[in-house]
């Protein structure tokens, strides 16, 4: 290049020639020989494809300069081996920008694999510990992990008590409390306490090995539009090579015909320049950067995009399905309101909190601690998450599908419905107001009576997640439409619809009828996304032309899904539509700007009128501006990715 400058300014040197001829051979032969050896290995299997174009171009180029040497009236020598240079080098070094998008794209991956220490600590049977690989740990093994340290395995907590930082599946900062019981996650991190762990997935199994395999997935999937990029190719190769030989025999053979002498000096002009114009580079190999780099942003975000088909789908969804329990709530049943009765009289040691509710929660929490049903143990933790100390009980009787008596502190405590409280003579007529307001909000209503008295109501529901209104909200103003589908009845689906302001409720569904909803929605075109996380949410999944899967659910679920939300934040349903929609349109703008370029300058160069070297200059201008649109900017402005 500096030596075609130098040239250009009319600096001539001897060596120059020489000096160009060396480049290019070394360039052709050389350092783009492998180029030549994937372009002999095409033709020997009848495929016409870049490679091929551009040792046509590059051995015309060769070919000109050898002419000028002979003839240097006639050809300039330096531009047609600048040409062959030119070709070669950037072909290369368009694979190599190619290679760099594509590795920025695998850094979560390789972030992800990082975030797994090498090695764990082995707790033996007899109490002794061993450090040993992580790829030695099997499942059933139980694994030390002090406090700062990574987690090295999916597992349960079997001893300790510490706050563990999971935002790299979240996305919340905040630690998480993990106890004897808990699930914790490969790849998090210890913050406070010592922990015991006992394995449950290892290797390939593990949560974070699946999170790295989806992506890598992802990125070897070519959705619907580059597989048409692809056939386009098959056809264009082979028809920039017969432009290239009619430009030559229009100039040879046209004016012969024509009585005319025949240009041989602009044939040669015209055909390589047809040759560069055509470089298919914007077209094969730039253009599939915008969705790797989508992919690669979404995964940054905890977003996993399965298949690449899912970027040309997102973009249409018109309705957005959620299932509820577990996806837009959080699947457990919290205590959300507690009503004192006009009858409660509360223990002096409590007067002085002003505790009529502490007082509720507190009998029917000691009434219920003995008890397996989910409502008794919600009660019996609201009950611990507020500090209060719950009596010992002194009698209980558990009765299915009424409630529970105990007696308590000499008290004969009846917790459970107002159906049976009122069988058993409890008067609640003084609190029925309250009840069916409760009630209409979706809620389940259990009773608390004392001695006969009716003393309060505790209102339990499946608590909505955080952000879930958020995620409702920004799907509006996408123009989006939310719809709830579940099998809960009408009442308690309604309930949840109006707290989050979702308008459409299909409830009383049953699991294997969730595909079929899902069917009747597509039946007019309709695009649909399926949002869930359970395992009769597989099926909807699948049906749905764009499945997502929140990451923390069942693994059917996420093998069902194209996208998989790893945390449990709902508003990366929007963020992955964003981007998804961001990354096609920066695709479609790739694909425009390749062939505006090859459309007008191909045509041009035929003429004759086009230098080969601006040709070039033509060719990369193309390619530069699909790099640049595929690299700049960022895919969803800042203040729309939360």
Known sequence: FLLMVARWLGLRQPWFQPAMIGSALAMVFGVGWHILAMAAQSLRRGILNQHVLLEFGAFAGLIGGGLGLLRPDRFPAADFFAVAIFVTAYHILSGYASILVRARASEAVRHLLDLRPATARLVRPDGTETELPIERVQVGDRIRVLPGESLPVDGVVVEGHSAVDESWVTGEPIPVEKAIGDQVIGGSINKTGTLVVETTRVGEDSFLARVARHIEEARAMKPGVLQLVDGVLRFYVPAVLLIGASAFLGWTVGPWLMADRPDLTRAVFAMLAVFVMGYPCALGMATPLAMIRGGGEAARRGILMR????????????????????????????????????????????????????????????????????????????????????????RFEALPGRGVRAEVEGRTLLVGSLRWLAEEGVETVDLSGQTAALEAKGKTVVGVAADGELVGLIGIADAIKPDASEAVRRLREEGLEPILLTGDNERTARATADA?????????????????????????????????????????????????????????????????????????????????????????????????FNGIGVPLAATGLLHPVWAMVAMVASVSAVLLNSFGGRLVPRRRLR
Request: charged residues 25%.
């Open 307 to 394: 298949g690449g088909e899912a970027f040309q789908v997102l973009k249409d969804v018109r309705m957005v399905v959620f299932d509820k329990t577990g996806t837009l709530t959080k699947g457990q049943p919290e205590v959300t309101d507690i009503i004192p009765g006009f009858r409660l009289q509360v223990p002096r040691r409590l007067e002085a909190q002003n505790a009529e509710a502490a007082t509720v929660l507190q009998w029917a929490a000691a009434a219920e601690q003995h008890s397996e049903h989910p409502l008794a143990q919600a009660i019996v933790e609201a009950a611990r998450e507020r500090g209060l100390e719950v009596p010992a009980v002194d």
């Open 500 to 596: 989050l302001g979702i308008e459409r409720v299909i409830a009383r569904v049953m699991p294997w009828e969730k595909a079929e909803v899902i069917r009747r929605l597509q039946v007019d075109g309709t695009r649909v996304a399926m949002v869930g996380d359970g395992i009769n949410d597989g099926p909807a999944l699948v049906q749905a032309d764009v499945g997502i899967a929140i990451g923390a659910g069942t693994d059917i679920a996420i093998e069902s899904a194209d996208v998989v939300l790893v945390g449990e934040r709902l508003t990366a349903v929007v963020d992955a539509y964003q981007i998804g929609r961001s990354s096609y349109r920066k695709t479609v703008q790739n694909l425009a700007l390749a062939f505006v």
